[in-house]
């Protein structure tokens, strides 16, 4: 099985900062990395798709980098609604799409 | 507009049974890959099941090993509403369920989640 890490588990930012979070494969995944955005008592919300791709309706200070294990989610001048948990997910290993553990990112 | 809504969560017992819906609009489910994925209290998400399209894929299943033989996961077309049918329920199933949808990209070789429903909260008690 293909297993997720991220780093941060989590970090503090401000209003305007720039972050990025890393995710990182147990093994070559090429770019079937997705990112997902979760709020409190809310589902995931899609991001970026294809390590790098952005979802139709997500802003542009969201991209995400990378391919084979290493990745990355930047977000540049960070927003109020942006302090959310994160997760990536891989897509290389059919049927079952495994999680990150998550990031959260807090004021 | 693409809409997931799941119901039947609740509290179980322990070896207990609970039966998840997931009722979709917007697109039909025969035609389309469909996940529940799980996430327990204060913990990240785990991929449970997926099923296969009907149409193309021949609406194989698959499940997590954490849940394989006490779980199945199906679809009933003429509702248009994914199942999750969970049998012998243990402690660690407590969770908040999502149905979501699988939509494919680089000409079908990759995944992602694009749309999710709201949750609904499994509890099993001890």
């Known amino acids: 099985d293909i297993q997720m890490t991220q780093s941060p588990s989590s970090l503090s930012a401000s209003v305007g900062d720039r972050i990025t979070i890393t995710c990182r494969a147990s093994?070559?995944?090429?770019?079937?990395l997705n990112w997902y955005q979760q709020k409190p008592g809310k589902a995931p919300n899609l991001l970026i798709y294809?390590?790098?791709s952005l979802e139709s309706g997500v802003p542009s200070r969201f991209s995400g980098s990378g391919s084979g294990t290493d990745f990355t989610l930047t977000i540049t001048s960070l927003q109020p609604e942006d302090f959310a948990t994160y997760f990536c997910q891989q897509s290389f290993s059919t049927p079952l799409f495994t999680f990150g553990p998550g990031t959260k990112v807090d004021i | 507009e693409v809409q997931l809504v799941e119901a039947g969560g609740g509290l179980a017992p322990r070896g207990g049974s609970l039966r998840l819906s997931c009722a979709a609009s917007?697109?039909?489910?025969?035609?389309?890959?469909l996940t529940w994925v799980r996430q327990a209290p204060g913990k990240g998400l785990e991929w449970v099941s997926v099923?296969?399209?009907?149409?193309?894929?021949?609406?194989?299943?698959y499940y997590a090993d954490s849940v394989k033989g006490r779980f199945t996961i199906s679809r009933d077309n003429s509702r248009n509403t994914l199942y999750l049918q969970m049998n012998s329920l243990r402690a660690e199933d407590t969770a908040v369920y999502y149905c979501?949808?699988?939509?494919?990209?680089?000409?079908?070789?990759?995944?992602?989640?694009?749309?999710w429903g709201q949750g609904t909260l499994v509890t099993v008690s001890s």
């Open positions: 294809g390590a790098s």
């Open positions: 093994q070559s995944i090429s770019t079937y």
């Open positions: 099923i296969y399209s009907g149409d193309y894929s021949g609406g194989n299943t």
């Open positions: 917007g697109f039909t489910v025969r035609s389309s890959f």
């Open positions: 979501a949808r699988l939509r494919g990209y680089s000409y079908g070789t990759a995944f992602t989640n694009d749309y």
